[in-house]
């Protein structure tokens, strides 16, 4: 059977129960789901009826537990998995048995069997009880647990750095690579929701600080707007990209500074890092500061980014920027800086094509007061949603002339190094007295050739 047959196999016979809570306002209510596995990676969530889940969600969090008994029966292929305790069980009791064969009293029978089965019972709760408290820590734990203490040798003491939200607390190229590194088997292709809930507050929740105090918090350098749904890879490649077109040497690129949310946001305080009004909040602190030198935003060729309320809001307040330090919006990819020329060309058209079709008075937010707040002050600038279309429409533009000066220019040199390598290559044939093939194209469709013995 191939690989694919048996996944498919396993896919329809083994499902999985579980009962996840479902809050509501006068009381909890429990759901049975039914699991069923798609890929090693991929699992469908069935509502119990059979039907694929519609709601909404944008992450999951925790690990998978069925207690016993429950395993006997809702675990793999029915019939065909029996728990271990279980096995133990009948073992104690299959050993006792030949005592029955020697006591030949009805009474004594009804006593070694009654003690028998008493023992089982203690001996199988024991095991359970051992494997409860012993059971083994899944990877996602083993990781945090690893990068909580790599964390603790870079900042001992996280509550003496702690810093006011704002600017203070940006962090390090090098620690967003860092820690993609290290969860690189459990992120995958997942997205900053699954980061944020899964790895950033676990990280910090002896702290309960910002990540970026955890792990040293530093002036900010960059601001970045990005979408929380994008990948997480894409993210940190396009960032990396980022540093290293930005950085001035001596320096490295993995110390260019950037405030991201989810990593400078106090995600156990999330109310009061967006204070009492846009002007109070993290965001717009971090953005206005004198130390901030631009915005770095991340996109794919959705230019999923400019469909959020809060990206639109970032690219209000950086558009209003007038400081004589301040380089404005620069677009990032996993290819490159648009502005800087070195991104490829397919990414940077397709993101040209959707800005053209894009109406940002379009964006969407998860909280609808906070859409219409942003909307409002775009409304109230001068010229409304169509200057800031206008204004987007031409950073693009900018860059893509951009990008076509640099690849004239590579283009010329590659032509000019192609040239020399040829005259070259026929001063060497010449010294070495041998035959030089020359091509005269006289406009037709063929090609006088003349051989020139030296």
């Known amino acids: 059977m191939t690989e694919a047959a048996a996944l498919e196999a396993e896919a329809s016979a083994l499902y999985y129960w579980a009962k996840p809570f479902e809050r509501t306002e006068s009381k909890d209510m429990i759901a049975g789901h039914v699991i069923q596995p798609v890929t090693p990676h991929h699992l469908i969530?069935?509502?119990?009826?059979?039907?694929?889940?519609?709601?909404?969600i944008e992450t999951s969090k925790g690990v998978l537990r069925i207690p016993f008994p429950l395993t006997l029966v809702m675990l793999s292929v029915p019939g065909t998995f029996v728990s271990l305790g279980l096995l133990m069980t009948l073992s104690v009791l299959l050993a006792l048995l030949p005592f029955l064969v020697l006591i030949s009293s009805p009474a004594g029978t009804k006593l070694v069997y009654f003690i028998s089965s008493m023992i089982a019972f203690l001996f199988a709760i024991a095991f359970h009880v051992t494997v409860t408290t012993f059971r083994p820590i899944t990877p996602i734990q083993r990781k945090l647990r690893s990068h909580i203490r790599n964390m603790a040798r870079s900042n001992p003491e996280p509550a003496l750095t702690r810093k006011e939200?704002?600017?203070?607390?940006?962090?390090?190229?090098?620690?967003v690579e860092d820690l993609v590194t290290t969860f690189q088997d459990c992120i995958r292709h997942r997205d900053m929701y699954y980061v944020a809930t899964n790895i950033i507050k676990?990280?910090?929740?002896?702290?309960?600080?910002?990540?970026?105090?955890?792990?040293?918090?530093?002036?900010?350098?960059w601001f970045v707007s990005h979408y929380w749904g994008t990948s997480f890879n894409h993210f940190v490649a396009s960032i990396k990209k980022h540093s290293e077109a930005v950085v001035e040497p001596p320096n490295s690129a993995q110390d260019v500074a950037y405030w991201i949310c989810s990593f400078?946001?106090?995600?156990?305080?999330?109310?009061?890092?967006?204070?009492?009004?846009w002007e109070q909040s993290s965001f717009f602190k971090a953005l206005a500061s004198q130390d901030c030198i631009g915005t770095a935003m991340v996109l794919d060729d959705e230019a999923l980014p400019l469909t959020r309320a809060w990206c639109l809001f970032e690219v209000l307040q950086t558009m209003i920027i007038r400081r004589d330090n301040f380089k404005g919006l620069y677009f990032c990819t996993t290819t490159g800086v648009l502005q800087k020329g070195k991104s490829g060309v397919d990414l940077p058209m397709r993101i040209a094509e959707r800005l053209a079709k894009l109406r940002l008075e379009d964006a969407t937010a998860s909280v609808q007061k906070d859409k219409e707040m942003i909307s409002k002050l775009v409304a109230e600038m001068p010229g409304g949603f169509e200057a800031m279309n206008g204004y987007l429409r031409r950073n693009i533009a900018e860059a893509l002339r951009t990008m076509k000066g640099v690849f004239t220019s590579e283009l010329e040199r590659l032509l000019t190094m192609l040239e020399i390598a040829e005259l070259e290559h026929l001063e060497d044939s010449i010294a070495n007295g041998g035959e030089v093939v020359l091509a005269l194209d006289e406009g037709s469709d063929s090609e006088l050739k003349e051989t020139v013995r030296v």
Request: with cysteine.
């Open 202 to 221: 676990p990280v910090t929740k002896a702290h309960r600080l910002s990540y970026a105090e955890c792990v040293g918090p530093q002036t900010v350098n």
């Open 45 to 56: 969530l069935l509502s119990q009826d059979g039907l694929p889940s519609a709601r909404s």
């Open 165 to 175: 939200r704002g600017p203070g607390r940006a962090i390090r190229a090098g620690h």
């Open 264 to 277: 400078s946001n106090n995600q156990w305080q999330l109310e009061e890092e967006l204070g009492s009004g």
